[in-house]
């Protein structure tokens, strides 16, 4: 495939979302069926497949109903230049906080995190709504780093017992040989971890990128067109939780979102085939991601997709890391590619 020439030492952050795509996304693009144009993301999730469109000079439209992954798209897609300087944090770290803005976040105590931690963060937070801009952005997105790093299994829906044992740095290396002591570390030590990684993800490709937050449907509704669309939804699982697993970050921010819902089992390709409705004259080609022990399963989902037009698979072994033992040897990722008919 073609690709935007760039400087060699951009690269994508590190942004701990699970389910991402970020091992496999230099492959989904090379199937694109266009290597121009403009690609509609419409569950961007961790942005690894928006980063890897950027990258190859697309013109990127990056969208997810949650905060925690808007933001991300927001500082590294639709950005071409703002870097984040390390003072901020430092400065965030100097801010008074009233007992009334405290108490907002009292939610959290012995939730997620323990007290002692919670007056850094409500620093950070606060600060962070004060900044202007691709700053702001960038500066939030450090800060859902840090706060899926301190929690055992990168995930905000952890038992708050599992997290105090998990957290025990003894009791980890007795029971698992890792003392985890990332899982202990400051929200700002982290974020000074990440800046200069995050700093160095941002490019101009010279196209006029966007990230948008809104449900699948009316994302579609507020594009014309894209010459192609990404579809990689939540499918039903107990793994695939991404309110749960992301929805302490959106509802700090108070941002959270009503959306399409496509956990149930049952009304799962009914609400799939409704997004290919409404993408009719919106896109040629729609390409969707769908692991091998997805339920239901790529032989609905491709039955679905063929009443729209000619369906290609493509297959590659892949295993997620949050894949049990007996699955991690019949993990296939695939690729279902609609040509979809005029």
């Known amino acids: 495939m073609k690709e935007f020439q760039l400087q060699p030492n951009i690269k994508f952050p590190r942004i701990n979302y699970i389910g991402n795509k970020e091992k496999l996304a230099q492959w989904i693009v090379d199937n694109f069926p266009v290597e121009t144009g403009s690609v509609l993301d419409l569950f961007s999730g961790g942005s690894s497949v928006s980063f890897e469109c950027k990258l190859r000079g697309y013109k990127v439209i990056s969208n997810d109903v ?35 803005a405290i108490k907002q976040y009292s939610w959290l105590d012995n939730k997620l995190y323990f007290s002692n931690e919670l007056n850094e963060l409500i620093k950070l937070v606060e600060y962070s709504t004060k900044l202007c801009g691709y700053e702001k952005y960038l500066f939030q997105s450090l800060i859902r780093r840090a706060m899926v790093r301190k929690i055992p299994y990168s995930r905000m829906n952890v038992p708050w017992d599992s997290i105090v044992k ?86 700090i921010f108070d941002k959270k979102k009503d959306h399409l819902d496509l956990t149930n089992k049952k009304k799962f390709i009914e609400g799939m085939e409704t997004i290919i409705v ?8 729609i390409i969707l991601s769908i692991n091998s022990n997805s339920v239901p399963g790529i032989t609905e989902v491709f039955q679905m997709l063929s009443k729209y037009g000619k369906v290609e698979i493509k297959e590659k072994k892949h295993n997620y890391q949050v894949s049990g033992k007996a699955n991690k040897d019949s993990n296939n990722e695939n690729l279902l590619i609609l040509y979809m008919e005029k």
């Open 166 to 251: 998990l957290r025990d740095e003894n009791y980890s290396y007795e029971k698992y040989g890792r003392r985890r002591a990332y899982h202990n570390e400051s929200f700002s030590s982290h974020m000074k971890q990440n800046i200069e990684n995050y700093n160095l993800s941002i490019f101009d490709n010279r196209k006029d990128n966007i990230a948008i937050q809104k449900d699948a449907l009316d994302a579609i509704d507020s594009i014309d067109y894209a010459d192609v669309v990404y579809l990689d939804p939540p499918y039903p699982s107990t793994m695939n939780n991404y309110d749960e697993f992301y929805g302490a970050f959106d509802k």
């Open 278 to 285: 409404k993408l009719k004259n919106k896109s040629k080609y």
């Open 66 to 100: 949650l905060y925690a992954s808007y933001v991300v798209a927001k500082a590294i897609i639709e950005n071409k230049s703002q870097t984040l300087d390390y003072k901020h944090i430092s400065e965030a770290l100097k801010l008074n906080v009233d007992f009334e």
